[in-house]
């Protein structure tokens, strides 16, 4: 063992053996938990799916008709690895290892070698077994045999260790490359969608026919690519000893403070640390005078070219989750029996947590101006001139975005596919999460002090950390409960849009409630002027 | 335009705890009023109290003959306050959310941009005008605050150590703009700990620490 590498050891063995740190019994007793979790709950979970899938069901959603979408997925997985890893890659070292050894001599592909690998094998670890048990169930329900289900197992762990690859290319790549690579990711992901056999062009396509069954070659080419993934991390370092040492200060501060932050409850605080920072466009252009409504829709606007990646992230999000939610609406209203119920759950879910993220940056008014209301009267408008000022740009947006993605599924998925009321469908939808994000938006900013009590349940539980869990993500719950409750009860039409609009009322009038503002108080420029 | 302030025996408790003790005092515009006691006497929950956003546990506080009311229209349009962090947008130059302010108000808007570069200069920092909160230093970031609520009209002004992260020099251009304010015709009471700011004020409001229950 050299010099470097000894120092190495005795500071890494310093910061183990520090107070508090992990020790070895924890780390079996997560193991030990994870495989108990996985023995006693996912397996039989499992289980109990494949015998619920019926056979018709499964094999369609495995046939060669779902190629194009899986080639989609799979590159949009792809790109969302690849800027996941900007925001934090997985050459990540605590603050504290940060600065003692990326300030040393020691050479810095030795210093984040092992804890990149680490990061990497642990997302393919992560991806391999959330796809494992969806293949379980599948090969339960007769899909395919045990053979295949290895293979496919197998591929997952490849697949994540590109995915993991994607990421470090992510956080270590400069801005203009990164759209380059980005650009060429999606490129591959419409090639597979819209052109017959355009599958064939990219290891996205090559992982879809492995899942389809349409091409056993593909599924060595893939393997081959995966593996050569996997050496490329290992044998090709330099890419790491070149890593920006900034770059890496920078993520672990940002991770470690957010930490903190989410740990005493301030998720403002926590996620406004991942948040692009505005850039200097349009001087001048965010302030006039006029209507309320159409001046702070000029402000939101200027907002949203200034933050591009925020924007971006919307204008991603939002269309997908609406046509997650379109591609599902076939089957709303199914009974308990039905086996579509299986994908409709999970995609309605999904796609209504894609709609919530992706109109984060639409809002940023909305908790500005929780803040105007939050602090000392800074401005002479009345509370609801404040609202009318930010209402246009998030509602605009959601609206026009959602319909973007539905409708892209409608056209799609041809004549015999989901038909245009899933349109309505996905926009009735989008105002549910939308509402509902208003709601938490006007949520105060720190955890209330009655909530950091303790809750003990007869056993001897201490339940306040869900309280605080429940608090932290009411948005989030309240949209998924509302489009969850669309996917599976029974509705007609007529009731579903009722209580859908009453869902929407509820959470705006809640939500205004929690701001303490009076909304038809008068501006104090009235008597000012 | 507020004329009057006057407090009677106010005193403040919060769950058994003496925040702020007996404090009687009248203040009449125009003025500078310093707000002076060590660390832990209730400089801020008076400060609070008068802004609207804490209430009295006992005595009371009039402003104009009102109870201090922030919600209500007129006390909004007439008390101005900086106790805690003003609300920032993360998205708009300091010159826009200072134009934004004086529009909220009534200007149009070159009159407004007018202003917030007029204000600027004050503060001797023009050249900050374009950039965004979070490309500030602590005192440029304490300056800013201290323009955004000098740049909203107002009869009667409550600032908790305006003085905060800055250097002597800004502490003297504070100092003449809150002057400037007295001269015409506002009110201002400030918490300070610097003597130089007491020196100038016509009027000290001195608060000392609670004494502990025997």
Redo the contacts between chains.
Sequence with gaps: MNAESQRLKVARSVYLGREGAPTAGDRWFSLYLIAFVTGFYIVPLAYVIGDFLDEGFAFGITSGGSLPFATAGLALLGLGALWGGRLQGPAFLTPFLAHTLLATGISRRRVLVRPTISAVTGAALVVCAVAAVGLFALTHAGVWGWERFWLLVLAALLGGLHLGLLAFLGQRLGTGWLVVVSAVILFFGALGLLVPAGFAASPFGWAAALWTGESSWLAAALALTAAAGLVLLVAEPSALGRLPAARVLRQSRRFSDARLFSSTGNINDAVELFRARPSHRLHRRAVTTGPALLSGLRQDLVGAVRSPVSTLSAVVLVPSGAALLAAISPAISASFADSRLLVSVPGGLLGALLLFFGTGSLTEGWRQMKNEFDAAALFGWSASAAFARRLLWPVLGTAVLSVLGAVAVVVLSGPEGVGWKSVGWSLSLAAVVLAARFFQSMRNRDVPVEFLAPTVIPGGMDLSAVKILVWLGDGIILAMTGVLAAVVLPWELAPLMAVLGALVMIALVWGWARTGQRFFARSPRIRHG | MTSTVECRRLAVSLNGSLLLPETTFTATAPGLIALTGSNGTGKTTLLKTL?G?QLPSAGECLIDGEAPY??A??F??????????????????L??QL???Q????S??GT??RAAEDLLNQLTIPELG?R?P?ELSAGQLQLFAVA??LS??FGFLLLDEPERHLDTDRVQVLLGLLESRVQSGALVITATHRAEIVERAEQTIHLERPSEPE
Excluded: C, H, N
């Design positions: 802004a956003r922030e919600f229209p007129a909004r349009a007439s008390v101005a306050s900086l106790i805690d962090t003003p609300p920032m947008a993360r998205d708009m130059t010159l826009e134009a934004l302010v529009v909220s108000w009534g149009d808007e407004a941009f374009e965004f979070y955004l609520t909203r009209p």
